[in-house]
């Protein structure tokens, strides 16, 4: 895991944890009007079927309720810049867990219903600087909620890609915190000057050791769109692919982005 020396930048309190709910309450909805067959068919997760991957969006937003209920510890043990490169060592043990989840509630809209009431209960009461005792490391509430659009955000694309035609919808600040975290996360796994990324509307990042430009168009830029750019910091698409697509454009002799991506396994 790399030191993040760059400081993560500000989130509003209120409208993350606003988005989280959103973006959640989209999600319910959506889930509710599926039917057993399409609960039944595969992702794009390895062996997942939408029903695991619908259960464990609910567990990514259970462990803001679940920590608050534990004993807060003594001081804060990761950033936030650190927690997008923290995730890969605990993948497995998060799979195994889904799939307890989903065998253990059928009935995924009861576990909705339950789920958002509980987070809804849980965030009126507990304060954003509220230390929790995280899988990947103690931080924050208000920064592991930001963590949460991120869970949000990729894994509501991964169930659109599952069920074509479902277009769930992503909440605009949910989209906008999970692009701006995996552009700051790129920016402190390559620091640097030399390269400008791209992801309008939310995001402008520098990265990649070399010359920096002062003024001007930089000599190597970076453009996609939110979601591509989530895409390929989670590991969904490739960035050959993304670029052979014209999901990307990329100009300049350091804009080539493949060897640094993805951020998260």
């Known amino acids: 895991m790399p030191p993040a020396k760059k400081r993560a930048r500000a989130y509003d309190p209120a409208k993350i944890r606003t988005a989280v709910l959103a973006q959640f309450h989209h999600v319910r909805r959506a889930v509710g009007t599926l039917t057993d067959e399409q609960l039944a068919r595969p992702t794009r997760l390895g062996d997942w079927t939408v029903r695991d991957l619908a259960a464990h969006l609910t567990m990514a937003v259970e462990t803001v309720s679940r920590n608050i209920d534990r004993e807060e510890p003594s001081e804060p043990g990761l950033t936030l810049l650190d927690w997008p490169f923290a995730t890969a060592a605990r993948a497995e043990g998060i799979s195994d867990d889904t799939r307890v989840l989903a065998a253990a509630h059928p009935d995924l809209v009861a576990l909705y219903a339950d789920t958002e009431e509980r987070l809804t209960r849980k965030l009126a009461e507990t ?5 929790l005792g995280t899988r990947t490391g103690a931080m924050t509430l208000a920064d592991h909620l930001v963590t949460r659009t991120v869970e949000l ?8 890609a599952a069920l074509p035609g479902l277009d769930v919808p992503h909440d605009r600040q949910a989209l906008a915190a999970c692009t701006r975290l995996l552009a700051d996360a790129l920016a402190a796994r390559a620091p640097g000057g030399s390269t400008e990324v791209r992801i309008p509307p939310y995001a402008v990042v520098q990265c990649v050791e070399g010359p920096r430009h002062t003024r001007g168009t930089p000599p190597n830029v970076v453009e996609t769109d939110p979601l591509t750019w989530i895409r390929l910091a989670t590991g969904r698409v490739t960035w050959r692919e993304a670029v052979e697509d014209a999901k990307v454009s990329a100009s300049g002799e350091r804009a080539d982005l493949g060897r640094l991506l993805p951020l998260m396994g």
């Open 127 to 131: 304060p954003g600087d509220r230390l």
């Open 153 to 160: 955000v990729v894994h509501t694309d991964d169930l659109n």
